[in-house]
């Protein structure tokens, strides 16, 4: 079967120069391509596992942000966005240019990265995303916090849970100690109102109050918690942020916050959905605001001595939404189309991973399951197979990935990414085939051309969906 391995990415988007390529290659003239690679630092170099090394069991710290789209990012291209401390990252590990959520919405890729299997294995992984109290991750089911800490790991989820409500759905029924943050898909960031008017703070299963910015609060909880010793336990972090997720209200923006808080409170069931708020400006804003709260965790971690013996993954629940930049990607947020579901990945663990590295390889939410649970030297659980492949042995030993199927399913739509090829079904039921290694934008339509091929994996799509559980109704 072919393998994956660094010569591939001369054909993938961009080049191994760093940011400063990837500027120019997405249309974004000469002078935002002299600042990115100002900001930049030196020219990334294609990815090379630092073999040999070895280290304790590390620590977990898994960033989620909400609605973040591929481009979004300075290190990504983002023309007018900066974002110094997420790109100081990526120059310390290694950026994926070819990363994938397990969804095109909020809940069913959390649900792929807690359980590492496609969401439509449970049902609460079919709502798109959740909604109502009706569903939700059970209980039963073993959670990468829940493995981990059976293998020895102090476990703790900080921020946006989105995966069901008390009294039948909470972290801390599903394998995390500690729980501080929200319930629900979304909150005003001051009041903490949630979609259905309710209040949605959280310290374990009780409410908690305090009504400063959501942002803020969840940092310095993050920042406290990574300063911690744990008994000398390694840990795994869950840090969910709400940025830059609806409604679009900054630091500061205390009047638009009421003007919110008060339309929910009189009724109004779209009111968080803010569509006569925001702007690329304030989009802007919170985005940036996402970066400095990173990097107030990334100075706790530092001076607690032990950011080399930590590994960080950062990356978004999906693609972005009305504001983000997503170039050259086609599609948003709930689509299955590139900018769907292709979101920032960044990988850092200083104790085994060179930095100023960049990986084109295709990978997507189960993967990074999969991976975290061998390096901490857990197993899954048997009667739970996992549907992401380790990366642990590309990381760490420079073992070729096999060419496989990325898959994914929404409601009315339907993808599977093979090598450099993607098939795709939209809304409008045409079976579709893109080469994403010329055409990211997936524009130039190969079905025609390519029978066969596009044959080989529809039937691919269709093996891996009779699997799965089918949507209601």
């Excluded at 940011?19 to 935002?32: I, S």
């Excluded at 690679?37 to 294609?46: D, I, S």
């Excluded at 900080?158 to 100690?177: A, E, Q, R, V």
């Excluded at 299955?336 to 390889?361: C, F, H, K, M, T």
Aim: charged share 25%; with cysteine.
């Amino acid at each position: 079967m072919p393998s994956y391995d660094n010569h591939l990415s001369r054909r993938a988007f961009g080049s191994a120069v760093g940011v400063t390529a990837a500027a120019a290659a997405v249309g974004l003239g000469a002078a935002p391509a002299r600042a990115a690679q100002e900001t930049a630092g030196p020219p990334e170099r294609e990815f090379r596992a630092a073999r040999g090394r070895h280290s304790r069991r590390p620590n977990i710290l898994f960033i989620l942000g909400d609605d973040l789209g591929w481009a979004d990012l300075s290190s990504y291209g983002s023309p007018h966005i900066k974002t110094p401390n997420l790109d100081r990252l990526a120059r310390q590990g290694v950026r994926f240019t070819d990363a994938y959520s397990g969804s095109a919405t909020c809940s069913p890729t959390r649900f792929s990265l807690y359980t590492g299997r496609y969401p439509g294995r449970v049902e609460g992984g079919l709502a798109e995303p959740i909604a109502d109290r009706s569903v939700g991750l059970e209980p039963t089911h073993p959670t990468l916090a829940s493995l981990l800490r059976d293998a020895g790991y102090a476990t703790a989820l900080i921020g946006k849970w989105h995966c069901g409500y008390l009294p039948d759905h909470s972290p801390t029924k599903s394998g995390w100690d500690e729980f501080f943050g929200n319930f629900g898909g979304a909150l005003e960031y001051y009041s903490k109102l949630g979609l259905g008017g309710e209040y949605d703070l959280y310290e374990g299963d009780a409410t908690y109050k305090d009504l400063r910015y959501y942002t803020r609060i969840i940092t310095e909880r993050a920042a406290e918690y990574v300063s911690r010793d744990h008994g000398g336990k390694p840990w795994l972090l869950n840090l969910n942020f709400t940025t830059p997720h609806w409604p679009w209200i900054a630091d500061g923006d205390t009047e638009a916050s009421a003007e919110v808080e008060r339309r929910i409170k009189a009724g109004d069931a779209r009111a968080l959905w803010h569509q006569d708020g925001g702007s690329v400006e304030k989009y802007r804003q919170m985005v940036e605001d996402l970066d400095r709260s990173v990097g107030e965790v990334l100075k706790a971690l530092e001076r607690s001595g032990r950011a080399d013996d930590t590994l960080i993954v950062f990356s978004s629940d999906n693609g972005g939404e009305r504001f983000s930049y997503n170039w050259p990607l086609s599609g948003n947020k709930a689509s299955l189309q590139e900018g769907g579901i292709r979101v920032p990945n960044i990988v850092r663990w200083p104790a085994r991973i060179d930095g100023g590295q960049v990986s084109r390889v295709p990978v997507f939410t189960p993967d990074w399951t999969a991976t975290l649970l061998e390096l901490a030297g857990a197993r899954p659980h048997p009667a739970y197979p996992l549907d992401g492949a380790s990366l642990a042995g590309y990381l760490l030993r420079g073992e070729k990935i096999a060419e496989r199927n990325l898959f994914w399913r929404v409601r009315g739509e339907r993808a599977l990414r093979r090598g450099d090829w993607k098939y795709y079904r939209g809304k409008a039921g045409r079976d579709q085939l893109f080469n994403l290694a010329g055409d990211a934008r997936e524009q130039a339509d190969k079905a025609a051309l390519e029978p066969a091929r596009l044959a080989e994996l529809r039937t691919a799509w269709e093996k891996t969906d009779a699997g799965l559980l089918p949507y209601p109704g």
